[in-house]
């Protein structure tokens, strides 16, 4: 059973420019939450995802958005990137539908470098 | 706030001790605990899982003990091994909500 596939794995972009991360969650599971992950801040959620629908947010400004499709493949964007966005972003994965605490599986994550 | 606090912040020990980490949160109406292991630059591992109607979980080496009255819950390592050297993250989850990790503990078992 394949895991939680994150692409790229490395970029680096330029301040102002947007980037998108891509989550292939494991089959069959229909939630997916990122998270990012700072020496400063530890491991801050993000958005989470079921069905197509964002069913939670975390602190983060306007510019970090996502989505996901019918597929459950996942998708998050950062716009007007700032040097402080430069951090892992961890995709995560779950079979929960109801908010029932199931183990939840992190993919290898996307190291992104803002200069 | 819900804050979760790990203690110590870093662990050195020599191979084959017997090790504890420890994982503190705030507001103890949790869903379940979580704890994951971390190596360096990579994504996550769950190692344990526990629901909030349960005392404890164990997973070969490991064993996890969660207190929900006190708030707190400990990783108990055995026989410690030095590909057990990673970063140990516990995380906490309330209804409604996704989890809350805390900060981990750096492990480093000497051969």
């Given amino acids: ?115 | 706030k819900q804050e979760v606090t790990q203690i110590p912040a870093a662990l050195s020990v020599p191979e084959g001790e017997n090790l504890v980490l420890n994982c503190s949160f705030t507001d103890s109406a949790i869903y379940n605990l979580q704890w994951f292991r971390q190596d360096p630059g990579k994504g996550l591992t769950s190692l344990l899982l526990i629901q909030s109607s349960q005392r404890e979980q164990t997973s070969g080496r490991l064993n996890a003990s969660l207190d929900k009255s006190s708030g707190r819950s400990t990783l108990y390592i055995a026989a410690s091994q030095p590909g057990d050297s990673a970063t140990y993250l516990c995380a906490v989850s309330y209804y409604g909500q996704n989890f809350v990790f805390g900060p981990g503990t750096r492990l480093s078992v000497l051969p």
Wanted: proline share 3%; aromatic share 14%; glycine share 10%.
């Fill in chain 1, 1 to 115: 059973k394949a895991g939680v596939t994150q692409t790229p794995r490395y970029l680096i972009k330029t301040r102002g420019q947007q980037v998108t991360l891509s989550c292939s969650p494991i089959s069959g599971h229909r939630s997916v939450s990122w998270y990012q992950q700072t020496p400063g801040q530890g491991l801050q959620f993000l958005f989470e995802y079921f069905s197509e629908t964002q069913r939670n947010k975390g602190n983060f400004p306007g510019r970090f958005s996502g989505r996901q499709f019918s597929n459950s493949r996942s998708e998050m964007n950062v716009s007007t990137l700032e040097l402080g966005d430069s951090a892992l972003y961890l995709c995560a994965s779950s079979s929960r539908t109801d908010f029932s605490g199931n183990t939840i599986y992190f993919g290898e994550g996307s190291w992104l470098t803002v200069v």
